[in-house]
């Protein structure tokens, strides 16, 4: 049985103030909420508010991406290490706008995997098709390189470290969800390539969160899906009440 996880991602939203109002809301609605693992990745500005704001919940702290080297001569760049001394727990990695926007490669995404894990950060990562690569029925093949280059030279130990979400490129933003069962072939799919670079149980283990207009109203018909473990929410996590109702689906 994997216990889902219901992650936030709030992207470039929030000052200190909107933070900390943020999690006076949010904190009771999710404090008996125990059937999930509860993530918000923040912008790097206010971690140590969110940290300190979520200290004594059941509520973890990620960020929205990192450098790969320890420290060194590397300007704007945030390295593992200062993310775990803010004390964040997990980073999301790869993130569709990260690839698209900021030149994030494969490559990249490896990198910063195996970074991540050094300091015992839990790499989120995503991966995800566009709408005119499912349109040329190109979707396994997209996320098979996504898979078998972001993952690339990691022992199963390290795998199963490692948390997935699948998000189309053309559900994010768009309040064009995939459907669950568009989702949940997907992930499916992406539990087989699990299998076969990693074997079991690792490919059974694997937690894997859908994102993409993810809503109070659809993460029911989601997360009944047997390969769907969680979800990755973007414009719906900057509420309380919304992420609330999402977390309590
Ligand atoms: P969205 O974003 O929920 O606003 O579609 C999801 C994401 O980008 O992680």
């Known amino acids: 049985v994997r216990r889902p996880i219901i992650a936030g991602n709030w992207k470039m939203y929030k000052t200190a103030r909107e933070t900390v ?28 508010d969110a940290v300190k704001a979520a200290e004594g919940s059941n509520i973890a702290i990620a960020a ?4 790969w080297e320890a420290e060194g001569a590397y300007t704007g760049e945030i390295s593992p290490l200062m993310l775990v001394d803010v004390g964040c727990r997990y ?5 569709s706008e990260r690839r698209q926007l900021f030149g994030e490669t494969n490559q990249n995404v490896n990198k910063k ?21 499912r349109e040329a029925n190109q ?19 390290a795998f199963s470290r490692i948390i997935l979400a699948y998000e189309p490129v053309w559900a994010i933003g768009t309040g064009r969800t995939a459907t669950p ?36 109203d659809n993460i029911k018909g989601l997360m009944a899906q047997a390969h769907v473990d969680g979800a990755l929410v973007g414009g719906a996590s900057l509420n309380a009440d919304s992420f609330g109702s999402i977390v309590n689906f």
Do not use: W
């Open 181 to 216: 069962e568009i989702a949940g072939e997907v992930h499916e799919y992406i539990r087989g390539l699990a299998d076969a670079s990693f074997g079991q149980p690792g490919a059974r283990n694997l937690r894997i969160l859908y994102g993409g207009s993810v809503k109070p």
């Open 64 to 67: 929205q991406d990192l450098f």
């Open 113 to 133: 995997i195996k970074a991540a894990l050094s300091v015992n950060l839990t790499p989120i990562v995503c991966i995800g098709e566009m709408l005119e690569e």
């Open 91 to 95: 980073t999301l990695v790869g993130h």
């Open 139 to 157: 979707t396994q093949k997209v996320i098979q390189t996504q898979f078998l280059e972001g993952f690339a030279g990691l022992t199963a130990q």
């Open 21 to 48: 109002e943020f999690f006076e809301q949010f904190k009771p609605l999710v404090k008996i909420s125990h059937h999930c693992d509860i993530v918000i990745a923040a912008p790097f500005t206010v971690l140590v």
